[in-house]
């Protein structure tokens, strides 16, 4: 190996580090927020050295965009291999709902609905930001908050 390319490659780990540490709670916070927090780990580390392995994060313009962006789609094939059932709730509530409620109708939202609405209520990214994130249309990112509350509002009811 030429002194030169081991020079960059060793530049290239530092910055990859660098920017890692720099994102990895936020990445894992979307993750989590997207697969749950069994798989989120899972999750980013595959995005992560799947995108390493073709470049280094110091190269990208956007590095936390383009890494968000991974994850999303990473979560979408998890969530596509899984089964989950969707039993719905027709008891009228007279309490409110428990934690475990809260988090069973979080679930059932697709995985472009708990992005958008995480990205939008718990990070407060504005929708047109979302919208580059997702790779999607601003009307489209409105329509999955808007399907995401209605949801939420008729499960929790």
């Known amino acids: 190996m030429q002194p030169g390319r081991h020079e960059a490659r060793s530049l290239s780990v530092q910055g990859n580090a660098e920017i890692y540490s720099k994102y990895r709670y936020e990445l894992l916070r979307y993750a989590t927020a997207l697969v ?3 798989h ?6 595959t995005v992560v050295l799947k995108t390493i392995r073709r470049r280094s994060l110091d190269e990208l313009e ?3 965009g383009y890494l968000l962006k991974g994850i999303l789609n990473e979560a979408r094939g998890w969530s596509r291999r899984q ?3 969707r039993v719905p709730h027709m008891i009228e509530r007279t309490t409110p709902p428990d934690l475990g409620e809260v988090v069973d109708a979080v679930r059932r ?5 708990r992005a958008a609405t995480y990205l939008h209520y718990w990070e407060s990214v ?3 930001e979302i919208a ?10 409105k329509r999955y908050l808007f399907l995401a509350q209605r949801h939420l509002k008729g499960a929790l009811r």
């Open 83 to 85: 089964n989950h059932t």
């Open 62 to 64: 956007n590095p936390r």
């Open 132 to 141: 580059e994130i997702m790779g999607i249309g601003v009307g489209t990112v």
């Open 40 to 45: 989120a780990d899972d999750v980013v580390s």
């Open 109 to 113: 939202l697709s995985v472009q609905q």
């Open 36 to 38: 749950g927090p069994s």
């Open 126 to 128: 504005p929708v047109v």
